[in-house]
């Protein structure tokens, strides 16, 4: 009986996700159709809205270039050198903040006026500091990341159960022992969920240093391409930095599920 329960939950699953998939369909076909028809139209300036098959061919040519990967690696390895230094520097000041209601009184205040400005206005401070090379840029995207984990994880500090924190003391469990048994755990989906808005703003803010100042990494290609009106290779670049962001994200958050299978 049990087993019947099972299957007939597994189908009615299997049922509720064909409408959103076709629907899902529904949008991608809609929204490439009508760029299609802008392309065909000349509505708008000369490719500025180049034809699908002028992307698709750009696409193609970008992808069998040696030399992209090259620049996806330098980007791929700034960003995530940003996202490991913003992202344990925003966990141990949010386990801090969260833990402490004074330094989270006088300091978090400040965190959430800082966190929405625009980090470009850093950059020419990075510059200074670490130099025209890939530091800028890894600073660049570190900022960006620390403000959405700290604050992430300053809100997740304070909803956990607090008969769980009583049980680490009862075993006196010290600070570093009460951070990745209790803390951590506990709070392991406000940490995913940081992580990947820090992992968002840190490809922004990397590819938007590596536009400004660069001569490699994505940014640096997609700012060259729009230089020389180079429009299908421009939209073509920024269709893989879509595929790239998106598997990221996705692997994060898978990440993030098989921790909650481990800890069931």
């Known amino acids: 009986m049990a087993e019947?329960?099972?299957?007939s939950h597994a189908a009615v699953a299997r049922r509720s996700v064909g409408p959103v998939t076709?629907?899902?369909?529904?949008?991608?076909?809609a929204v490439l159709a009508l760029w299609q028809i802008v392309a065909w139209s000349g509505l708008?300036?000369?490719?500025?809205?180049?034809?699908?098959?002028?992307?698709?061919?750009?696409?193609?040519?970008?992808l069998i270039d040696p030399t992209f990967y090259w620049h996806l690696g330098t980007t791929a390895y700034e960003i995530?050198?940003?996202?490991?230094?913003?992202?344990l520097s925003g966990l141990v000041v949010g386990l801090i903040l969260g833990g402490n209601r004074l330094l989270s009184q006088a300091f978090e205040a400040y965190l959430h006026y800082l966190g929405p400005t625009p980090k470009i206005i850093f950059f020419p401070v990075m510059i200074m500091w670490f130099g025209v090379g890939p530091g800028s840029?890894?600073?660049m995207g570190a900022v960006s990341c620390f403000f959405p984990i700290v604050l992430s994880v300053a809100a997740g500090m304070r909803q956990i159960e607090p008969v769980l924190i009583r049980v680490g003391r009862s075993f006196r469990a010290n600070s570093w022992q009460m951070a990745t048994k209790i803390y951590m755990p506990a709070m392991r989906h406000p940490i995913i969920n940081g992580?990947?808005?820090g992992l968002g703003v840190a490809l922004i803010g990397t590819l938007l240093a590596e536009t400004k100042l660069?001569?490699?990494g994505v940014g640096f290609l997609v700012i060259q391409a729009y230089g020389i009106f180079n429009m299908p290779q421009m939209y073509s670049l920024i269709i893989v930095l879509f595929v790239v962001a998106i598997g990221a994200n996705a692997l994060i958050g898978r990440l993030g599920g098989l921790h909650d299978i481990r800890y069931r």
């Open 137 to 139: 840029k890894i600073a």
């Open 80 to 87: 995530v050198l940003a996202l490991v230094t913003g992202g």
């Open 44 to 62: 708008l300036y000369r490719d500025v809205v180049p034809s699908l098959f002028a992307i698709g061919s750009s696409l193609v040519h970008t």
């Open 195 to 197: 992580v990947r808005l």
């Open 214 to 216: 660069s001569n490699r």
């Open 22 to 29: 076709a629907l899902r369909i529904a949008i991608i076909v």
């Open 4 to 7: 019947a329960g099972r299957l």
